[in-house]
């Protein structure tokens, strides 16, 4: 049950930034949707976190070593995950989208030909851009942080950006000078995940406290908080 994960400290990996569900402040503290939660759960449930800010792809790699014991950034659930980790309930519904820089003549995938478009490595961006390349003939280079992946962008080194459409918004609306063009593409939802078999109590708890912050209002009030900000 999860009383077995009180007291104890588990080390949670993230991205490096994936506002508005992870990034650091000015004052250089972690926060956003996903470290308000997970805060907010572990005080509910008697545990502690340590927030290991790696990058989304090492974060998956240090779970799948045992060196975290379990990813919380703005991950999709998706079947080929579930091969490797076990999910919570689903907490927030996402896809993919790409964006352009705000003065680019690109308005759609067909003006993608011959050019570079960037993604996040073992992101769902990634996947997608990687899925439509060959069609629209375009190359796909994979990068580990966002803000190289963002900045590849701004400076006209790659025409375009394959990210989550939350993120995509939420970077638009902070001035990043970046447009979108193309419709959203429906993915799955975000899920805190642990390696399969493993941690169990752990997820148990992270349940029981999604559970209770969605029924008493405070999941709305994380979400609004960030998302207010952006709107
Ligand atoms: N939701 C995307 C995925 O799971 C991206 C996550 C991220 O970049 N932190 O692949």
């Not at 000015?26 to 572990?42: C, N, P, Q, R, T």
């Not at 006209?156 to 990210?163: H, R, Y």
Request: no cysteine.
């Amino acid at each position: 049950d999860s009383s077995s994960v009180k007291g104890k400290t588990f080390i949670i990996a993230t991205d490096t930034t994936f506002a508005p569900f992870e990034y650091r402040d000015a004052s250089g503290e972690m926060v956003g949707i996903d470290m308000d939660l997970i805060h907010e759960i572990a005080i509910r449930e008697g545990f502690e976190v340590d927030i290991k800010a790696i990058g989304f792809d090492a974060a998956l790699q240090a779970v799948q070593a045992k060196q975290a014991d379990a990813v919380l950034s703005g991950m999709t659930i998706t079947d080929e995950r579930k091969k490797i980790f076990d999910f919570s309930d689903p907490y927030f519904q996402s896809g993919v989208q790409m964006a352009v820089k705000e003065d680019s003549d690109i308005a759609g995938y067909e003006d993608l030909k011959g050019k570079t478009v960037v993604g996040k490595t073992g992101a769902e961006g990634l996947s997608y851009a990687k899925s439509i390349s060959k069609k629209y003939g375009f190359t796909v280079k994979a990068l580990d942080k966002a803000d190289t992946m963002y900045s590849e962008v701004q400076t006209g080194n790659a025409a375009a950006v394959f990210d989550d459409y939350p993120v995509l918004a939420y970077g638009i609306a902070q001035g990043n000078g970046l447009k979108t063009v193309t419709p959203k593409v429906a993915g799955g939802s975000y899920g805190f995940a642990v390696l399969k078999g493993d941690n169990a109590a752990l997820m148990k708890a992270f349940n029981k406290g999604l559970a209770d912050v969605k029924a008493d209002g405070t999941y709305d009030k994380i979400v609004d908080k960030y998302l207010k900000a952006s709107n």
